[in-house]
């Protein structure tokens, strides 16, 4: 069974169609990279998806459970994970306060998971009593990918994880979403403009134009066509 299905997915934002009949599956234990160039869709497919954008049509399912109509925190219940764009952690809690908010209040338990958490992501055990603000923009990523994991989803999604990050930790990111396919407890939903990055994880691809799907397969099938045609600037 797929962990996604989106099939005909249209919302509309003021008045003007924005997502126009998305459809795209993700495969279990696998990285699905979502393209496109700027205003395309791709956050608003996601938003869509995590239930912050209300839609007007089709239908998502995930697991075999329809997500239409529930609210963020039934589908993070049901396993969405989900990193905005921007990383959304907390400036003035610490980063050990930061990483453990979302299991806290769902009253779920760690059960050694900060171990692995840490494995993945040294940075953040060094820097647990630190402020979540003093952390540079890649280390606030890597809090708020290790703070969506520790909820266990069986969809992680993140929205332009590169964005604005020093190349080191963009290769530490890259390599704990590795790590993640590998062990197959999951499958990622990656919303990203870095092209090498996308194809390099991913093992299917989808590209939005103007509000829906017009190229998709499996990466090795995203073609330097495709590629001219609806992704360079
Ligand atoms: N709050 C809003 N009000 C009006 N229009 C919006 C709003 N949010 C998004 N849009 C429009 O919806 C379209 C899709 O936006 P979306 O953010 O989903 O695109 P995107 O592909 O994620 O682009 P980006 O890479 O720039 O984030 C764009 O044309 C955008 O201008």
């Known amino acids: 069974m797929n962990v996604l299905e989106v099939k005909g997915l249209e919302a509309s934002i003021g008045g003007s169609r924005i997502l126009r009949g998305v459809e795209f599956v993700v495969p279990p234990k696998s990285v699905f990279c979502l393209m496109g160039r700027n205003g395309v869709g791709k956050t608003s497919t996601l938003k869509s998806l995590v239930g912050l954008l209300g839609t007007n049509g089709g239908s998502m399912v995930l697991d075999g459970k329809p997500l239409n109509g529930l609210s963020p925190e039934d589908r993070a219940r049901m396993g969405i994970g989900y990193v905005p764009q921007g990383r959304e952690i907390f400036p003035h809690l610490t980063v050990q306060e930061n990483l453990v908010i979302g299991t806290v209040a769902r009253g779920m338990k760690l059960n050694g998971q900060l171990d692995r958490i840490y494995t993945l992501f040294p940075i953040i ?79 299917n691809f989808a590209i939005l134009e103007r509000g829906s799907v017009a190229a998709a397969g499996a990466m090795k099938e995203l073609s330097d066509q495709m590629i001219k045609e609806f992704l360079t600037v």
Do not use: H, W
């Not at 992680?156 to 979403?177: C, K, V, W, Y």
């Open 125 to 203: 055990k060094e820097f647990l009593p630190r402020k979540g603000g003093m952390l540079s923009g890649g280390q606030q990523q890597q809090l708020a990918i290790a703070r969506a994991l520790l909820t266990k989803p069986k969809l992680l999604i993140l929205d332009e994880p590169t964005e604005g990050i020093q190349p080191n930790i963009i290769d530490q990111i890259g390599d704990a979403i590795k790590m993640l396919r590998e062990e197959g407890e999951m499958s990622i939903l990656l919303v990203e403009q870095y092209l090498d990055f996308c194809k390099e994880l991913g093992d």
